[in-house]
T-cell receptor
Framework: AQSVTQLDSQVPVFEEAPVELRCNYS??????LFWYVQYPNQGLQLLLK??????LVKGINGFEAEFNKSQTSFHLRKPSVHISDTAEYFC???????????FGPGTSLSVIP | GAGVSQSPSNKVTEKGKDVELRCDPI?????LYWYRQSLGQGLEFLIY????????KSGLPSDRFSAERTGGSVSTLTIQRTQQEDSAVYLC??????????????FGPGTRLLVL
């Protein structure tokens, strides 16, 4: 069975500072990894995904994530955050391209002016 | 083109009543998923359709929950005899194979269900 852990439930960060949102997963097989963002009162939007190939994945809005197989991690980073990045961020895994997505509990990012 | 749409956007019902939630996937998307987002449980998978068949119903929480998909397009999630713990946002997503065989799930805005 797969599971996703996001250790930080809330992350406050000042505007223009860097941020890292942590994600660890467990799975006995290869997985696909995703980061989704949910802005207040809006639906889920895909930020980026890792399917195979380069372990550094770049997504929208200046976010990137690095897949580390040995540490079973997929941390999300942004070098300089904006107020508009305030949202809930979900790390997720799936076993195949058609499989259900298993979501982590989410990390609430609050950008402080 | 149009994204995934869901209706109604909000639904308030009384305990014990049945509700139907509708999802219109992106045109041409063969796979359709239902998830539930609630305060206590986070985002949970409910059921997955490939065409009109449901190879994975493992997330349905009880036999009060059922879903169907007709014509390989619209899907309806039905909750019978609703309970207060059914209150949540119900999300629908769809996906389609691309040239590389990889897909992304596109989510709708959700239906916010409140059971009184």
């Amino acid at each position: 069975a797969q599971s996703v852990t996001q250790l930080d439930s809330q992350v406050p960060v000042f505007e223009e500072a860097p941020v890292e949102l942590r994600c660890n997963y467990s799975s006995s097989v290869s997985v696909y990894l995703f980061w989704y963002v949910q802005y207040p009162n809006q639906g889920l939007q895909l930020l980026l995904k890792y399917l195979s190939g380069s372990t550094l994945v770049k997504g929208i809005n200046g976010f990137e994530a690095e897949f580390n197989k040995s540490q079973t991690s997929f941390h999300l980073r942004k070098p300089s955050v904006h107020i508009s990045d305030t949202a809930e961020y979900f790390c997720a895994v799936s076993q195949t391209s058609y499989d259900k997505v298993i979501f982590g509990p989410g990390t609430s990012l609050s950008v402080i002016p | 083109g149009a994204g995934v749409s869901q209706s109604p956007s909000n639904k308030v019902t009384e305990k014990g009543k049945d509700v139907e939630l509708r999802c219109d996937p992106i045109s041409g998307h063969t796979a359709l998923y239902w998830y539930r987002q609630s305060l206590g449980q986070g985002l949970e998978f409910l059921i997955y359709f490939q065409g009109n068949s449901a190879p994975d119903k493992s997330g349905l929480p009880s036999d009060r929950f059922s879903a169907e998909r007709t014509g390989g397009s619209v899907s309806t999630l039905t909750i019978q005899r609703t309970q207060q713990e059914d209150s949540a946002v119900y999300l629908c997503a769809s996906s389609s194979p691309r040239g590389g065989g990889q897909e992304t799930q596109y989510f709708g805005p959700g239906t916010r269900l409140l059971v009184l």
